[in-house]
């Protein structure tokens, strides 16, 4: 009996989640200003800004990585912590329903407000560089190689608060 109200609380504890992340998302697009009509148009310049930082994105792994992150949700809230196959399933979920499309445009247009357009031509030359090619593969391989054991570990963890066996720290 425990346990089938154990694996209930975890299913409301992941509806749940998807729930706010879906509210979140929808707060979010409908909290977006309209353009007033005292804004001034985008100039060329600013067009050319943002097409570097859109092209800056992908070419460091932000776009890749974006996506990878659900692992810690996946982790907390499914299966017994080794299911590799249920986990890809509900990443690739996230990745469509929440994931990196939904939200490109507001991380090229921070990018673009962030930094110059030179800084920008760095970054995206950086990026092309073998050696910093070769770091950011590797920062990749080693998220994904630590992958099951993060998702083990985050399970564990919140099992064992659910079980009492762990409490929230103080603030």
């Known amino acids: 009996m425990f346990k089938v109200k154990l694996q209930f609380s975890?299913?409301?504890?992941?509806?749940?989640?998807?729930?706010?992340?879906?509210?979140?998302?929808y707060v979010a697009n409908s909290q977006q200003l309209p353009l007033s009509e005292n804004q001034?148009?985008?100039?060329?310049?600013?067009?050319?800004?943002?097409k570097l930082a859109?092209?800056?994105?992908?070419a460091i792994g932000?776009?890749?990585?974006?996506?990878?992150?659900?692992?810690?949700?996946?982790g907390i809230l499914i299966g017994r912590g080794d299911d590799v196959e249920l986990y890809a399933r509900f990443r690739k979920m996230f990745a469509k329903k929440i994931g990196w499309k939904h939200f490109k445009e507001a991380y090229a247009a921070?990018?673009?407000?962030?930094?110059?357009e030179d800084e920008l031509k760095e970054l995206l030359s950086l990026s092309k560089q073998p050696?910093?090619?070769k770091l950011l593969q590797s920062e990749v391989k080693?998220?994904?190689?630590?992958?099951?054991?993060?998702f083990k570990m985050g399970f564990d963890l919140w099992n064992n608060y659910n079980n009492g066996k762990i409490s929230l720290p103080s603030d």
Request: aromatic share 14%.
């Open 10 to 25: 975890k299913f409301l504890a992941l509806l749940l989640v998807v729930y706010f992340t879906l509210f979140t998302v």
């Open 40 to 50: 001034p148009p985008i100039s060329a310049g600013e067009t050319s800004k943002y």
């Open 54 to 58: 859109s092209e800056v994105l992908p």
């Open 62 to 74: 932000i776009a890749r990585r974006y996506d990878m992150h659900f692992d810690h949700l996946m």
């Open 110 to 116: 921070r990018l673009q407000a962030d930094f110059s």
């Open 131 to 133: 050696l910093m090619k």
């Open 142 to 150: 080693a998220y994904l190689d630590t992958s099951k054991q993060r």
